[in-house]
């Protein structure tokens, strides 16, 4: 509760801060109260009362409006990104140290409500970013909106013409020719576009590998068909888990036997920009000699 919706209820202004000395009610941003005290605060609920300290024009914008969307591929951080429209956001002093804010005007529609709080809409939060960020974070953002479906390839054909005479429009143009929306996280993302940069780029995703019956035998994040060989993206939330581990081991067991070489790939690999083309390298000169 902002503290005008508490004096429009009847509180006085004594009274709010009593509330808040003794604990009742928890400052959570510049007027801005948790009004159960036994609430947890959580990183929306500090989005959302960052937003309401701004005042009503206030959207949540960049890697904040990504983060709100469930589109992945930046680092997370603990800074708020806000936009106000104009010189509102020039004129605003923000004492909180965790909040970013911006000078960010768009047309009409571009601002939705997510949960409660002004947002970009998927489409301008996706622009915004790919024009002020390096490539494997932009590709990233691109594949996971497009995997998750909060865009699609024709909205696609729409960024030229928003990113045009824009800082950054040209590196942002040539993210979106890379953009696949069947990767299915950030690191096989970046997985493949250390392939693509070391000139071993795979041939499919999601490669489905069947038997000679068709039963499905396992599905490769990557795969390079001639070969025979699929790259798997191991992120610890998919992979580390007991149950995972077995199904993995098990899939991994039915294309070794179906002649199928196996190559894991981690986050750490890819800070590497040579050891994946390399394995992979390596692993296409063993089949083609064997």
Same mark, same amino acid.
């Given at each position: 509760?902002? =503290? ?8 006085? =202004?004594?009274?709010?801060? $009593? ?6 009610? %928890?400052?959570?941003? %510049? ?16 989005? %959302? ?26 680092? %997370? ?17 923000? /004492? ?18 997510? =949960? #409660? ?7 301008? &939060?996706?622009?915004? !970013? ?16 497009? $995997? =998750? ?32 929306? /069947? ?35 396992? !599905?490769?994040?990557? #795969? ?10 191991? #992120? /610890? ?15 991994? $067991?039915?294309?070794? $036997? ?11 690999? &890819?800070?590497?920009?040579?050891? !994946? ?6 692993? !296409? ?6």
């Amino acid at each position: 509760m902002t =503290r005008a919706q508490a004096l429009q209820l009847g509180f006085g =202004r004594h009274e709010i801060d $009593n509330l808040v000395t003794f604990g009742r009610w %928890r400052p959570l941003a %510049r007027a801005v109260y948790l009004i159960d005290p036994q609430a947890p605060v959580t990183r929306r609920s500090r989005i %959302r009362a960052a937003a309401l300290s701004l005042g009503p024009s206030a959207r949540a914008v960049l890697g904040t409006a990504a983060e709100l969307h469930g589109i992945a591929g930046l680092p %997370r951080t603990e800074e708020i990104h806000l936009a106000l429209p104009g010189r509102a956001a020039r004129a605003t002093r923000v /004492r909180d140290q965790a909040i970013v804010l911006h000078q960010l005007d768009g047309p009409s529609g571009s601002v939705v409500p997510v =949960r #409660g709080i002004a947002t970009t809409s998927p489409l301008r &939060t996706v622009v915004d !970013i790919i024009l002020r960020t390096p490539r494997y974070p932009a590709v990233s953002v691109l594949d996971s909106a497009l $995997n =998750r479906r909060l865009i699609t390839e024709a909205d696609l054909s729409l960024v030229p013409a928003l990113v045009r005479r824009r800082r950054g429009a040209v590196a942002a143009r040539g993210y979106l020719i890379e953009a696949d929306g /069947r990767a299915q996280s950030p690191l096989e993302t970046r997985t493949r576009l250390r392939c693509v940069d070391g000139r071993v780029p795979p041939d499919a995703l999601q490669l489905e590998v069947r038997d000679a019956d068709g039963y499905l035998l396992g !599905i490769g994040d990557l #795969g390079w068909r001639g070969p025979r060989i699929v790259a798997e993206a191991d #992120g /610890r939330s998919a992979h580390d888990t007991p149950d995972a581990v077995f199904i993995d081991r098990r899939r991994q $067991n039915r294309l070794t $036997n179906a002649g199928w070489n196996i190559l894991r790939f981690t986050w750490q690999d &890819t800070l590497d920009p040579d050891y !994946i083309p390399w394995t992979v390298r390596q692993a !296409i000169a063993t089949a083609i000699h064997s």
